[in-house]
């Protein structure tokens, strides 16, 4: 059974930095991308990135470009998603999302997100 | 970026209702569009793919059609479990942006 489970809710002070995970199982981690969303308290889904763990190819959404840092490491079958100096308006809901065909991520190689993370909740508050 | 829109933003409708959600991109995305589905404290479910395809699971009462800019999609008997948030994303061109979201609540 494919499954990806994300790491708990985090409380954190502006400024400081952070790290939540997604591991994936039940599939070859290293063949498919991991796709990451962000939901802000009270609004729609926002498409951060996506990247692949098999050969590192990483395409961030502009806005999230150089806030953020997606990776893995796929001898654990583990994607991140890292913040170095976290700001209040990160604060959301972020997940992560598998899509539906191997080394597939746009529209027209299959790359619908068909497998979800529960979401990690992380919470930036002085 | 491509900006995607869903009208309306909030529906209210009774089980057994037919209802349907409009999902308009600012520029033709062709096909790739998809629908999903939202539940507090659940991950979103996709429904359909490639704009009218069903997801294998998803009930048939889920359809979806477009091609282009504008989209729909229709359940054709609203059920019970079909009370939740649902959101458009077009996969043509980076950023896969999303749509605002349609709620669905209980007349």
């Known amino acids: 059974e494919v499954q990806l489970v994300q790491s708990g809710a985090e409380v954190k002070k502006p400024g400081e930095s952070l790290k939540i995970s997604c591991e994936g199982s039940?599939?070859?981690?290293?063949?498919?991308?991991i796709a990451w969303m962000r939901q802000m308290p009270g609004k729609g889904l926002e498409w951060v990135g996506i990247m692949h763990p098999g050969d590192s190819d990483v395409r961030y959404s502009p806005s999230f470009q150089g806030q953020v840092t997606m990776s893995a490491d796929r001898s654990i079958n583990i994607a991140y998603l890292q913040w170095t100096s976290l700001k209040a308006s990160d604060t959301a809901l972020y997940y992560c999302?598998?899509?539906?065909?191997?080394?597939?991520?746009?529209?027209?190689?299959?790359?619908?997100?068909?497998?979800w993370g529960q979401g990690t909740l992380v919470t930036v508050s002085s | 970026d491509i900006q995607l829109t869903q009208s309306p933003s909030f529906l209210s409708a009774s089980v057994g209702d037919r209802v349907s959600i409009t999902c308009r991109a600012s520029l033709g995305i062709n096909k790739y569009l998809a629908w999903y589905q939202l539940k507090p404290g659940k991950a979103p479910k996709l429904l359909i793919y490639d704009a009218s395809t069903l997801q294998s699971g998803v009930p048939s009462r889920f359809s979806g059609s477009g091609s282009g800019t504008e989209f729909t999609l229709t359940i054709s008997s609203l059920q019970p479990e079909d009370f939740a948030t649902y959101w458009c994303q077009q996969l043509k061109s980076y950023p896969f942006t999303f749509g605002p979201g349609t709620k669905v609540d209980i007349k």
């Open positions: 039940g599939y070859s981690f290293s063949n498919y991308y």
């Open positions: 999302a598998r899509p539906m065909i191997e080394h597939g991520y746009s529209g027209s190689d299959g790359g619908y997100l068909d497998y």
